[in-house]
Every structure is written in structure tokens, then in C-alpha cells.
């Protein structure tokens, strides 16, 4: 079968789960180029024992990854930069040290840790893309990490990890258990385990509902993940907020005895956690969530029928970024097969091939000079800055004395701008109840 069903939860395995969010099912998120794929249900349960929330089902993850077409972005270079320089200094980190990563990818993050003369090791179960970080020169091992893996690898080698690194695969694995007796066997007594996930707090407030897809099995919080650590023979010391993927934690765990102290953010967290029922949280998000829908195809039906109006001709819309939230954003807010011409990306995995489900053709940012569009929705909102900034550069460089902004622009998170009639909407996402939870369409003059 192609997936299962959840009926425990998967940090502490209670079987008390309550049901708290459904949302349209979808292809899988990276499922590009395949044939017509099944749609698979896309709910989120709460463990009312722990707090834990997860997908209520669990594709096989051979069919996630073994094609996975996700590479790290140019955009989180400087991310990358900043957590090895960071830990390199924090925990003393020497030319001898180890550092592991689970979910290595393209080896982006092991190679700014091998600049700065540390061994490295990655393991990433997607083989064309491990083979990216091996020609770079990254040692990555092609299978999936888990207590056997590393049973393999520990028995065939004397060193341990001074640091082990799980940037969002702790979201991606439904085996969280199996992942820390691994880390148990390739880290070394007094090494750290240093993992970075999307928070779900950020995730409600900000509205990221198309972060929700079939790769991501946890939306994780400090509290219950503390808990897990300890069950697991870790202990959480230390929480960092970080601004990727929409508002990430940065969690940092040692073997319980450990010699780090543990710092205030632990506590501090947990208690701001504590504030507001989480089950409340979700059912004002999945209310906001169908607001929006309605607002953005208002928004975007009025666009369409006032440029047929005007030319009596459909407009060319295309897609800023192809990343794996694309497939819930468009299914979730209803956009048709016929409504978008082609979507943009940089990722060569990605290019010439179509999206999930809906079929839109990925091409490279070249083809918005070729075939310049009327409106483009930002699929890719985390990285709006520097796409729009590129964008901006092309049109100009190409002497057009102009840029696609001039045109229209319509983003997921963001505004609607149309120059010519100098009209700007912003749908917004009122945080945390002290306004409206509700998301509002609002008018610029």
C-alpha cells in the first residue's frame, strides 16, 4: 500500500488523536513530470496526550524520495554560512571534529563545514542528488538514516560526530525514534545533536498553510519535542528563533547528563506555548485558510475578466518558483489546469519537467522575456525579495525600460499590484487573535 494510517501519535505514541485540520487533497508535492497521480488525503491530527501535530496518514517514503527533485536554493547560502559559523564557534569545533548531517541534500551546508576544515559525512536517500554533493567533493552516503544505517556506519569506523545535523528532515521522517538511536551510535559522548524545523506556532500566525504537504509528517513545537528527547535519552538545552521557511526553531540536544547548561529559551518557549490552547490555534487557521481561498479567486477572476474586457484576450499568468508548497497553495485555492501558462525555477532537477497533478510546464527564468507575462503569482514567498530583485534586473538588462512589476504581481502572502490603475491589495494574516482572524483585503491609494 502506498501509505498508512497514523492511529498513534508518533512522538509518544498515544493513541488519543483528534482530528483538527483538513485540507483539499493533493498529488505529491515533488511528484514532477510523473503520470496522472493519485491524490492523497492531507488532514492533521493532535495528540491530546503530548501536543503533537501530525499528518494523519504516511506515504511510503520511497515514493517521497527515491526522485526527490528538491535542491537547496542559491537564496539560503548565507543561512548555511551562518550556522557553520556559528557552531564552529560555539562548540569549539577543530580541523579532527566530524560533523554528520541526516538529509544532506546537495551537500550545501557539509561544504561550508569542509571549508573550514572539518570532516564530513551526509546521508541522503534521493541517489541523483547525493551524487550532486559527491561530485562537489561532500562524502555522502545514498540511503535513507536510520538505527541501522548507523549501526552499519559506526561499526565500520572509530570516529563519532562532534555535531549531528537534521535541517527539516525532523519534519520529513516518520521514524523520529529510529532517527535518534542513530544519532546515539554515530555521535560522540560529549557531541551535540542540532536540529532546525519550521514552528508551528510561526506556521499559524503567519498563515503558511501551503507549507502543509505529504513530505512533512511533524509540524512540530518546543514542548512535546522535548519530552520526545528525553524519552529518547536527550536532553533539549537550548531554542533559537529563526526566520527560514516562514519562522523556523533552531533545537539544540545533548545525551541527558550532559555538560551544556540549559539556557532560559527552553522554558521560555514552553510557556508561551502554553498560553493558548492549540486545538483553538487550528480551527481559526483552517477558518482563515477559506477566507483567503475566496479572496485570492476574487482577486484573480477580477484580473482575468477585466484584461478580457479590455483585449478580449486571456491573460498569460505564470509562477514565480516551483517549490513543493505550490501543489497544496493550488489545490487548496482552487486554480485550474488552463489558468496558469508556465511556472519558473532554477533547479535543473525541476526544469523541463511539469507540476504535480495540474501539468504546468517548469522552464528557467529566461522564458519571462520570451514570453512576458500579464500577471505572476509568487509561489515561491519565502524568497519574494531576492526573486522580485532578480526579476526586476532581467526586464531592465534587457533594455525593456521596464519591469514585470510595472505589469501585475500577485503573491501568496503578499499584494496584488497593478500599476496602471494604480491599485495595490494585500492580503493580510492578522496574528494570534489581536485582530480579526480572519484574513482581510485591504486597499492602497
Request: aromatic share 10%; proline share 5%; with cysteine.
Amino acid at each position: 500500500m502506498s501509505f498508512v494510517k497514523n492511529t498513534a501519535c508518533l512522538l509518544c505514541d498515544s493513541a488519543r488523536l483528534a482530528p483538527v485540520m483538513s485540507l483539499e487533497s493533493t498529488p505529491l508535492a515533488n511528484a514532477l513530470d510523473a503520470p496522472p497521480t493519485p491524490t492523497y488525503p492531507l488532514d492533521l491530527d493532535l495528540c491530546l496526550d503530548c501536543q503533537h501535530l501530525q499528518l494523519g496518514i504516511s506515504v511510503d517514503p520511497k515514493l517521497l524520495f527515491d526522485d526527490y527533485a528538491y535542491v537547496s536554493p542559491p537564496g539560503m547560502r548565507s543561512h548555511w554560512k551562518e550556522h557553520a559559523d556559528q557552531m564552529t564557534r560555539r562548540f569549539s569545533l577543530k580541523p579532527s571534529d566530524l560533523v554528520v548531517e541526516v538529509g544532506s541534500n546537495s551537500g550545501d551546508l557539509l561544504h561550508e563545514y569542509r571549508v573550514r576544515g572539518m570532516s564530513v559525512l551526509g546521508f541522503e536517500p534521493a541517489v541523483a542528488i547525493a551524487a550532486i554533493a559527491q561530485a562537489r567533493g561532500v562524502t555522502t552516503d545514498a540511503c535513507f538514516f536510520n538505527r541501522n544505517t548507523a549501526l552499519r556506519w559506526a561499526a565500520g569506523s572509530h570516529n563519532r560526530a562532534k555535531i549531528v545535523i537534521a535541517n527539516n528532515i525532523f519534519a520529513h521522517v516518520r521514524d523520529l525514534k529510529g532517527i535518534m538511536q542513530g544519532v546515539g551510535y554515530v555521535m560522540a559522548p560529549n557531541g551535540v545533536f542540532i536540529a532546525e524545523v519550521q514552528y508551528r506556532a510561526d506556521m499559524i500566525e503567519g498563515g503558511y498553510f501551503d507549507t502543509i504537504y505529504h513530505e512533512h509528517q511533524h509540524y512540530h513545537a518546543v514542548a512535546p519535542l522535548a519530552a520526545f528527547f528525553e524519552r529518547s535519552g536527550f536532553h533539549l538545552f537550548d531554542v533559537q528563533r529563526i526566520t527560514t521557511h516562514g519562522g523556523s526553531i533552531r533545537l539544540f540536544a545533548q545525551r541527558k547528563g550532559g555538560s551544556y547548561r540549559e539556557e532560559e529559551s527552553v522554558a521560555r518557549f514552553q510557556k508561551e506555548e502554553e498560553a493558548e490552547p492549540w486545538d483553538e490555534r487550528i480551527y481559526a487557521f483552517q477558518d482563515r485558510i477559506e477566507t483567503a481561498r475566496k479572496v485570492f479567486r476574487q482577486i484573480l477572476d477580477s484580473f482575468v475578466w477585466g484584461v478580457l474586457n479590455a483585449n478580449d484576450k486571456y491573460p498569460r499568468i505564470v509562477g514565480l518558483g516551483c517549490p513543493a508548497k505550490l501543489t497544496t497553495l493550488a489545490y487548496e485555492f482552487g486554480i485550474r489546469p488552463h489558468e496558469i501558462d508556465y511556472v519558473c525555477d532554477d533547479a535543473p532537477t525541476k526544469i523541463g519537467k511539469r507540476t504535480p497533478g495540474l501539468g504546468w510546464p517548469i522552464s528557467s527564468f529566461d522564458r519571462l522575456l520570451e514570453e512576458p507575462p500579464a500577471l505572476a503569482i509568487l509561489f515561491a514567498w519565502n524568497y519574494a525579495d531576492s526573486l522580485m530583485k532578480r526579476v526586476r534586473e532581467m526586464f531592465l538588462d534587457a533594455g525593456q525600460g521596464t519591469t514585470m512589476l510595472d505589469r501585475a504581481y500577485l503573491a501568496s502572502r503578499a499584494k496584488l499590484i497593478d500599476r496602471k490603475g494604480r491599485k495595490t491589495w494585500r492580503v493580510t494574516v492578522p496574528a494570534n487573535g489581536r485582530l480579526s482572524l480572519r484574513y482581510t483585503l485591504r486597499r492602497r491609494r
